[in-house]
């Protein structure tokens, strides 16, 4: 079967909002330095584009996890494949994730920081897909709320493909 993606946010959709969610996190941690946590390898555009609209002092470490769930759903059992680099005892940390889908990575994520006492614990996700959610996960920064559909571009892959659409894309499949 052939593939086609499908725009559904576009470049200039997905940046604006990129821009107003910097501008929003910098007033909210004015006379604050952040500690962003990117969750690879999904998270890598949308943090470093964020990245670029925050004006508070900011740090960054990178995590990767690996979920037990088959390609297109998690089962909530979380493996750590690459930790962090630095310790977040007393920083204030903001997780960035590319999507919340069942919400059971970020659940899991977030019980496993909250427990290394950093001084506050914030999530923000570029993309939400709320109706599939089945943990629950308190995600202070949301991008947009999308239907059920399995979505890539902006860092998100398929078969590890298409994670370098400048836009947010649905994959569909077609008859040769
Ligand atoms: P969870 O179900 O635990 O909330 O989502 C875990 C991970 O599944 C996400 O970080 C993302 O890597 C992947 N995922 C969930 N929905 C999609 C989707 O629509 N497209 C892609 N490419 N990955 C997804």
């Keep these: 079967m052939k593939e086609h993606v ?7 959709e997905v940046d604006r909002r990129i821009a107003i969610l910097g501008e929003q996190i910098s007033r909210e941690y004015s006379g604050k330095q952040i500690h962003l946590i990117c969750v690879l390898k999904g998270g890598v555009f949308f943090m470093c584009e964020l990245a670029k609209h925050i004006t508070v002092p900011l740090t960054m470490d990178f995590m990767s996890v690996s979920s037990y769930g088959d390609a297109t759903s998690s089962s909530g059992r979380v493996r ?20 919340v889908d069942s919400g059971n990575t970020l659940h899991y994520l977030a019980d496993m920081l909250g427990s290394r006492k950093p001084a506050s614990l914030r999530i923000c996700t570029l993309l939400d897909k709320p109706s599939r959610r089945e943990a629950e996960v308190e995600v202070q920064y949301s991008g947009f709320e999308i239907p059920d559909a399995f979505v890539v571009g902006y860092g998100l892959d398929y078969k590890q493909l298409y994670r370098n659409l400048p836009y947010i894309g649905v994959v569909e499949f077609e008859e040769e």
């Design 6 to 12: 499908r725009v559904l946010i576009s470049e200039e």
């Design 80 to 99: 750590i494949v690459k930790d962090l680099d630095h310790t977040i005892e007393g920083k204030d940390v903001l997780i960035v994730e590319d999507i």
